[in-house]
């Protein structure tokens, strides 16, 4: 499924399609389906940028934009980064806001005959997004949530990636591969020294990443490479395919 027709690629973090080409793509389809990044502003260590989660979602999205005729929106780029908040920079808003904006957006969609909106998450600690989907599709409003877990598992098996998801936690293996690929212009020197694991943090809500880890990392980005974060995008495209299907379909079945 080809959804770049009449668009214009958008190779930055803001989509640049006109009116005009959001109306004739919407004119194909029997349900339109907007595709909305939520990403963070949060430490990744000493060679990560702060908005590598945002970054990795944008990725996504793109990549799903490429392949699906979807409404790629701008990313949401500041979230719930409060376990971060030992660390310079990090930047952080409310569950509520959050929940509040992703409400707000896909009523907004809704208004302009957008039916669908799929939020692809690129931070772990956005758990309210589970809540804004199940609440809307209670509604019965079209909403999912993407990547679930089992879209990463598939991913990390087709990659390559050594690290286990408990392991790979925060500017790991995963994250590093997909900057590697998407931006490594943005890839700092030192990854490859950074390896830390602390695969215990059952008391992660209550102290936060400093109670874990001094340098922000929990995870192995020796182990990444470009060549992975290739495959975890084409992977989490492919995966993608289901919930189009889903979400397009007329009675909302798979």
Known sequence: MDGSGARTAAYGLVPTDTTEEVRTRGAGV??????????????????LPLATDTLVACAVAREIAA????????????????????????????????????????????????????VVNGHGGNYVLG????????????????????????????????????????AGEIETSILLHAHPEMVRPGYGSADFVADDRRHLLTLGMSGYTDSGVIGRPSLGSAEKGRELLASLVDSFGAYFSLLTSRDGSA
């Not at 500041?78 to 509040?100: F, K, N, Q, R």
């Not at 609440?135 to 098996?157: H, I, Q, Y």
């Open 30 to 47: 029997s349900t339109q389906v907007a595709v909305l990044p939520v990403g963070s502003f949060e430490q990744h260590g000493p060679f």
């Open 131 to 170: 809540n804004v989907v199940q609440e809307s599709s209670a509604r019965g409003e079209r909403m999912a949530l993407f990547p679930a877990v089992e879209d990463w598992e598939t991913a990390l098996l087709r990659a390559g990636v050594v690290t286990s998801p408990l392991t790979d936690m925060h």
């Open 67 to 118: 392949a699906y005729p979807v409404h790629l929106l701008p990313p949401v780029t500041i979230s719930c980064s409060h376990e971060h908040a030992g660390w310079p920079g990090t930047v952080s808003i409310s569950s509520v806001t959050l929940h509040a904006v992703v409400r707000d957006i896909a009523d907004s969609l809704r208004r302009s005959g957008v039916d669908a909106l799929v």
